[in-house]
């Protein structure tokens, strides 16, 4: 039996009004992901599905369907977020950061390509499935939530078992047509110096913590150049990264006070030779080291922890989709490396299942200015995961 058309049109037409809808989180402006889950799940329920949506916090709330095949096979999952980052300042943009403009063959706005695209064009990759009449196992559908902050919605997802069962995930993140089956880890560390407040004018009655936060920062380079050298440049994901991020100096803030205390976040990215507890008790270790000898104390504390995670390019995962890409897309199919986590790190990690990121839109482009997606990359992809789910499902 061949496979139903996608649509082009209604495909176009429900990224754009997805791409309308402000769906960053901040409370402050009122705004949240619950106004694109329920677009999402209106599209759904116009292709006869019963979508559930699963509140995570209020306004937040995942979106998910299940398939079910009409006999025994391999589980398959497709994945996207509906949050999006800020759109920054709109002086910044040449369109409308939420206007969906279609202009030169591109959808243009933020969450264009991350990831607005890629849950449009799984959502209308699986009714083509499913209006092919006969495939086997099943398909879940979920769009979740956060995935641009904590990644509250994959923890819920997997907390609440839905990944049981499950054979395996397609992240549907822009890649720019790479078929992504590693991605780097993240650690969100903080690190907090405890010094003596004291006069500027007399700071040898304290003790600075600014100087430790200082001393830190270059000790931590240090530390970076060893990783680069040792465990090296992964193949894919290409070295670790050490980044001072947040500098913060403790109360009061005032410029004849030495402050008591001092902070500083660092976001570390790390290939999959690298244990994070290691690597944690390394950086607390080189920052006490910097720190003794000026009397002034840190606490280290982990505010995220994201493995690296890495699924086999002979899996049938990877396979399926390398294998559609092939008979599908003008250009030939490539491994590549996510340099950022997913929520299918989250998939991966907690939920134990392969997962592999691959998806429509530019690999570069995300959280920039005049982010856009190439609609003939919208419809490719959208074909492609067609052709995988049948390759993956029927095994």
């Not at 706005?109 to 499913?130: E, I, P, S, T």
């Not at 990644?151 to 054979?167: C, E, I, L």
């Not at 995930?169 to 890649?175: G, L, M, V």
């Not at 997606?373 to 993956?392: C, G, M, Q």
């Amino acid at each position: 039996m061949s496979t139903p058309t996608i649509d082009v049109d209604a495909l176009v037409a429900f990224t754009q009004a997805l791409v309308r809808i402000p769906s960053v989180y901040d409370p402050a402006r009122g705004l949240s992901e619950e106004p694109a889950a329920e677009l999402v799940a209106e599209q759904m329920r116009s292709f006869g599905w019963e979508p559930r949506l699963e509140l995570v916090e209020p306004g937040r709330p995942n979106v998910i369907a299940v398939l079910e095949g009409d006999r025994p096979g391999r589980t398959l999952m497709f994945e996207g977020h509906t949050d999006v980052v800020t759109e920054g300042d709109h002086g910044n943009w040449s369109v409308d950061p939420f206007g969906a403009e279609l202009r030169d063959g591109r959808i243009w706005g933020r969450g264009a390509a991350d990831m607005k695209a890629g849950v449009a064009a799984m959502l209308f990759a699986a009714d083509a499935v499913v209006r092919s009449g006969s495939f086997p196992g099943r398909l879940v559908v979920a769009a979740l939530v956060d995935e641009e902050g904590m990644m509250t919605g994959a923890k819920h997802f997997v907390a609440n078992g839905h990944t049981d069962g499950v054979d395996g995930a397609i992240c549907c993140e822009p890649e720019g047509g790479e078929i992504c089956h590693v991605a780097k880890g993240a650690l969100r560390l903080r690190l907090d110096f405890l010094g003596a407040m004291a006069h500027g004018a007399m700071p040898f009655e304290g003790r600075n913590p600014n100087r430790a936060l200082a001393a830190t920062i270059a000790a931590l380079a240090e530390l970076e150049g060893r990783l680069q050298a040792s465990p090296g440049e992964h193949e894919h994901l290409g070295l670790t990264w050490i980044t001072p991020t947040v500098l913060r100096a403790g109360e009061p803030v005032q410029m004849n006070v030495m402050p008591a205390g001092a902070s500083m976040w660092l976001d570390v990215r790390t290939v999959p030779a690298i244990d994070h507890a290691e690597l944690i008790a390394e950086v607390g270790a080189t920052a006490s080291a910097a720190t003794e000898q000026l009397g002034v104390g840190v606490e280290i504390s982990v505010i995220d922890d994201r493995p690296a995670v890495e699924v086999d390019e002979t899996d049938p995962l990877v396979t399926a989709i390398w294998d559609a890409h092939a008979s599908v897309a003008a250009s030939a199919p490539r491994l590549g490396g996510v340099p950022g986590a997913t929520d299918g790190t989250m998939l991966t990690s907690r939920g134990h299942i392969p997962s592999v990121v691959y998806g429509p839109g530019g690999k570069w482009i995300a959280h920039q200015a005049d982010e856009f997606v190439e609609v003939d990359d919208l419809v490719t992809h959208a074909n492609v995961y067609v052709a995988a789910a049948h390759n993956f499902l029927a095994g």
